[in-house]
């Protein structure tokens, strides 16, 4: 709800105004004297003020609300401020318009006018508001950004600007974090950042890609294993809890972690506390546990295959991570890092704004490698093994060429749309367009 102020040395003309605005939903303050008012600006929270030029019995000059206005304007420089005015100072009104005050009205005002003008205003004003407050909170993030330890990472995207404040934000605690996001999108450099930016960042940091180990030896990576545990192993292993003792270990692709080893990691999880495979000693350890996956674990708990007590544990803050292809705006920074800087031509920025990188970031990087393989500044589309854009040949295409060219890449859009020079949505819209069955 707008607040307004009405100053105005008549109780009347404050009785009249405010009876108006606050059946049309406005909260009113009023005040018979400046000094009044302007302890009230000075307060904060006003969006209009609506003031008389005089305040003083017999008097007419409008030095008064001269006065008023430059004082109220020194507190609030954007408040917008409604002049009434007798018709002796219209003059007045208008040389203060001139200097920013937002209108004039002269008595005896048209409430009708009135109320539109004050409505509009206390709606430019909350919009005026919101953009500061947005401005604010961009310079803030932006701020927080440059004060922490970024581990090299690329963020021009709003989507990854807000992922690594979170993943900043979460750092500074000790609590279980799990990141979530597609295959190759960055959730490592994620981790990277939260440990980077917590008090553990001069400990261990250890990492576990789960999906490139065998589920056989899982358990044994994790907790460790003692001689004769399982076939072929004839020295104790240290798992890589106790090799994170005092620190960090990033568990990637969670998912895979059979149900056994899940057991063992909430018991770790809740008492800090467990047993190498072969051994019946307790070990005790000081570790905080970062999660990543790309698997849908609410789908797996449905299906028996993930503990929903260990899903909830390792959750208790998630950071979510979008595909390349919701985050543009990193595309072209990410490869200048990744070519130090080499000239690209202008076709070879659309195409790589075009692709949609299913691979994500880890697909552009190997891109880039490519291209500073295969070619030379300034680096074309080809050396990407990207197609240069070709606006108009979406709308050439024939049903024949893109029957042809499904065929040929065995009903792989992707790789269709490549060939074509299009991308996977204008592959799609003319496969609608023709009703080509897939």
């Given at each position: 709800m707008s607040k307004i102020l009405v100053v105005d040395d008549n109780q009347a003309v404050i009785d009249s105004i405010t009876l108006m605005l606050e059946l049309n939903d406005f909260e009113v303050v009023g005040c018979e004297s400046p000094d009044a008012a302007k302890a009230v600006v000075a307060g904060g929270g006003i969006d209009v003020v609506v003031q008389d030029m005089n305040f003083t019995a017999n008097t007419t000059s409008g030095e008064e609300g001269v006065a008023l206005f430059g004082e109220l304007r020194s507190i609030e420089p954007d408040l917008p401020i409604i002049l009434l005015t007798a018709w002796a100072d219209i003059e007045t009104a208008v040389s203060l318009v001139q200097k920013g005050a937002a209108d004039y009205m002269a008595k005896p005002w048209d409430d009708t006018k009135l109320l539109t003008t004050i409505r509009n205003l206390s709606e430019m004003r909350a919009l005026q508001q919101q953009n500061q407050a947005l401005q604010a909170n961009v310079s803030e993030s932006r701020s927080l950004l440059d004060q922490a330890d970024l581990c090299d990472t690329v963020a021009e995207s709003?989507?990854?600007?807000?992922?690594?404040?979170?993943?900043?934000?979460?750092?500074?605690?000790?609590?279980?974090?799990?990141?979530?996001?597609?295959?190759?999108?960055?959730?490592?450099?994620?981790?990277?950042?939260?440990?980077?930016?917590?008090?553990?960042?001069?400990?261990?940091?250890?990492?576990?890609?789960?999906?490139?180990?065998?589920?056989?030896?899982?358990?044994?990576?994790?907790?460790?294993?003692?001689?004769?545990?399982?076939?072929?192993?004839?020295?104790?292993?240290?798992?890589?809890?106790?090799?994170?003792?005092?620190?960090?270990?990033?568990?990637?692709?969670?998912?895979?972690?059979?149900?056994?080893?899940?057991?063992?990691?909430?018991?770790?999880?809740?008492?800090?506390q467990f047993e190498p495979l072969g051994s019946h000693h307790t070990k005790q350890v000081d570790v905080r546990v970062i999660t990543a996956t790309n698997a849908d674990l609410e789908t797996m708990i449905a299906q028996g295959r993930f503990r929903?007590?260990?899903?909830?544990?390792?959750?208790?803050?998630?950071?979510?991570?979008?595909?390349?292809?919701?985050r543009k705006g990193d595309i072209l920074p990410l490869?200048?890092?990744?070519?130090?800087?080499?000239?690209?031509?202008?076709?070879?920025?659309?195409?790589?704004?075009?692709?949609?990188?299913?691979?994500?970031?880890?697909?552009?990087?190997?891109?880039?490698?490519?291209?500073?393989?295969?070619?030379?500044?300034?680096?074309?589309?080809?050396?990407?093994?990207?197609?240069?854009?070709?606006?108009?040949?979406?709308?050439?295409?024939?049903?024949?060429?893109?029957?042809?060219?499904?065929?040929?890449?065995?009903?792989?859009?992707?790789?269709?749309?490549?060939?074509?020079?299009?991308?996977?949505?204008?592959?799609?819209?003319?496969?609608?367009?023709?009703?080509i069955s897939l």
């Open positions: 709003p989507a990854m600007i807000s992922s690594i404040q979170l993943a900043i934000k979460v750092a500074k605690s000790d609590v279980p974090v799990m990141i979530v996001g597609p295959n190759g999108a960055g959730k490592e450099q994620i981790a990277n950042i939260v440990q980077a930016n917590s008090p553990r960042k001069d400990k261990p940091f250890v990492k576990v890609n789960m999906g490139a180990l065998p589920a056989e030896l899982l358990e044994a990576e994790l907790f460790g294993a003692e001689p004769g545990a399982y076939t072929g192993l004839n020295k104790k292993r240290i798992g890589r809890f106790e090799q994170a003792d005092g620190g960090t270990l990033f568990l990637d692709e969670i998912g895979n972690l059979p149900l056994e080893g899940q057991a063992k990691l909430l018991r770790v999880l809740q008492s800090q929903e007590d260990l899903y909830y544990r390792i959750n208790v803050i998630d950071i979510p991570l979008k595909p390349l292809t919701e490869v200048a890092q990744f070519t130090d800087n080499a000239k690209l031509s202008a076709d070879t920025k659309q195409a790589l704004q075009n692709h949609d990188w299913p691979g994500n970031v880890r697909e552009l990087q190997n891109a880039c490698k490519r291209a500073l393989i295969m070619g030379e500044p300034p680096l074309q589309p080809d050396d990407f093994n990207l197609s240069a854009p070709q606006a108009a040949t979406e709308h050439q295409l024939t049903e024949a060429q893109i029957k042809d060219a499904l065929e040929r890449h065995q009903g792989v859009i992707a790789k269709a749309a490549r060939s074509l020079g299009i991308t996977r949505q204008s592959l799609y819209r003319r496969i609608d367009k023709f009703g």
